[in-house]
């Protein structure tokens, strides 16, 4: 089945400092999307982003599929960026979303 | 719009006992699917409907673990039995399909403990 590796498992960084989180995945996927979520809350959709590159205010998304990677830069970390950032796939054909085992992210003021 | 609302919030159960779990997708949405969170096995594919069909279940344990989707707007998850290793946050999601687009919204899902 499909198989998503995110890097770095963990990250720490100073407030003010880019952070840049980094997915791969076996086969190519039809459908990309970056989940936010804080400790104890819900998964927030950060993009859908199957190819290419997206921005919303200081995230970057930058899919590359034939190289089956894609990255999300934040921009200006800020302490509210803390949390888990998961990256998730699926195959053509099927809906069903695998996910990575996400990068915690932890920004220190 | 309220987004995926998932009932309970929490919910305990004793060994052997029932769960229903509820979702309500996003008004319009026509797939709704089923994840479950662990800190040991992350975040794992249960199943899910388009249309309200049941399209692919292969995630789901086989003896006490069944879904349904009566109507356009609530899913259920029963898991019967209920074992410890049952424990977990049961996440639901919709989307709608447009043009290739199928983005997945998630609900703030259901924590089980089975004691």
């Known amino acids: 089945g499909q198989q998503v590796q995110q890097s770095p498992a963990s990250l720490v960084l100073q407030e003010g400092e880019n952070a840049e989180l980094q997915c791969n995945f076996s086969s190519t996927a039809t459908r990309l999307q970056w989940f936010y979520q804080h400790p104890g809350g819900r998964l927030v959709s950060l993009f859908y982003?199957?190819?290419g590159t997206k921005h919303t205010g200081r995230l970057t998304s930058t899919t590359v599929t034939n190289e089956r990677r894609s990255s999300l830069h934040i921009s200006s970390s800020q302490t509210t960026d803390s949390g888990t950032y998961f990256c998730?796939?699926?195959?053509?054909?099927?809906?069903?979303?695998?996910f990575g085992a996400g990068t915690k992210l932890t920004i220190k003021p | 719009n309220a987004g995926v609302i998932q009932t309970p919030r929490h919910k305990v159960t004793g060994k052997g006992q029932e769960a229903t779990l509820w979702c309500e997708p996003i008004?319009?949405?026509?797939?709704v699917f089923w994840y479950r969170q662990t800190i040991v096995q992350g975040l794992e594919f249960l199943t899910y409907f388009r249309n309200q069909a049941p399209i692919d279940d292969s995630g789901m344990p086989k003896e006490r673990f069944s879904a349904q989707m009566p109507n356009q707007s609530h899913s259920t998850l029963k898991i019967q039995s209920t074992q410890p290793q049952d424990s977990a946050v049961y996440l639901c999601a919709s989307s709608f399909r447009d043009r290739g687009h199928a983005e997945q919204f998630f609900g703030p899902g259901t924590r089980l403990t089975v004691l």
């Open positions: 008004s319009g949405h026509s797939a």
């Open positions: 998730a796939i699926a195959n053509y054909g099927n809906e069903k979303i695998t």
């Open positions: 982003n199957p190819s």
